[in-house]
């Protein structure tokens, strides 16, 4: 075997090794696709709940990393609990907080169906929570990209992991209805 | 009397008025200092509450600025509850809430030991609290002036009065100390 040949079979072993590696990626990012989309799928189910309470529809749950499992789960009740801490995170790192008996969120997913407010996006920091799924964006109010980043401030002392456009469009559709159907209420 | 006398009369006229509106202005800044400390004492007792706990001392209190009333009482309680929203300012808005059964503090200051977190100033902007009393500032992660100041950000659709300083230097010795007092028992 010539010195040419030698030096094709390793650039063809290389570009063997590259493209599988960038296969095994694809498929991992795919799979990663897949479950987040069926933990927002969840997400989405709480955001109903919210819309049946007439309150603006966003829906949230907190899943544990290394499990799998599904920690907590809540749906924005401003309105109905007269409570300004009342939005979908805050209820879902309460809970989440409470069953893991720890102030530490540090190995697991938030799903949120809306970009999350300064007041959530700063509880999720609090919190520690390394990685945020994210359905539709806000784009008067969002603090996870819109007005401000606050999930991935280098000043502060933790910075999250953030995903958009998980299952955007179904997350963005039901806030439109949601807002078409006050207005039509309302007129 | 001549033109010239009748000018120099009417000068000094508007200029006595002038006075007493700024003599007015001063007692009202004065006493308004004076009901500041005042609160701002009862937060710091607050904060001595976290300090017997071992936790970083921070309080807070709201009052109803029609009534002078305290409406309710925090301090930071995160390690002890194991909680994220364990914050000073978090407890005392939800108390507040609850009392007034209303997400809206619209009629109210907040007075708080420490200069808030990213996640306690959103609460308050949430909460539409107009006026927020300040003791020491916190460099490293205030949300109020020092890393952002989300309290006066022209593009949420709340801002705060933000007073500063108010007992500032007792707020920071009692930081100072309980730091210290950890660093020597660590040792």
């Known amino acids: 075997m010539g010195n040419e040949e030698k030096h094709l079979r390793r650039i063809a072993a290389k570009k063997a090794k590259l493209e599988a590696a960038e296969k095994a990626a694809a498929k991992a990012a795919a799979e990663q696709l897949k479950l987040d989309e069926k933990y927002m799928k969840e997400a989405l189910r709480q955001a109903k709940k919210a819309y049946a309470l007439k309150e603006v529809p966003i829906g949230c749950v ?3 990393n290394e499990t799998g499992k599904v920690l907590s789960r809540g749906y924005n009740r401003r309105n109905t609990d007269h409570l300004a801490l009342g939005h979908a995170e805050i209820t879902v790192i309460k809970r989440g907080c409470k069953k893991l008996n720890d102030w530490r969120l540090d190995h697991c997913t938030l ?3 809306l970009e999350p407010c300064q007041m959530c996006a700063g509880a999720i920091v609090q919190a520690r929570v390394p990685r945020v799924v994210i359905g539709a964006m806000n784009a008067k109010a969002g603090c996870a990209g819109s007005i401000f980043n606050l999930l991935e401030e280098p000043k502060f002392n933790h910075r999250c992991e953030v995903v958009r456009g998980v299952l955007g469009e179904e997350c ?5 209805e949601f807002f078409k159907e006050l207005r039509e209420n309302r007129g």
Do not use: G, K, N, R
């Open 172 to 176: 963005s559709e039901m806030m439109s």
């Open 62 to 64: 907190l899943v544990d």
């Open 111 to 113: 799903y949120v169906t």
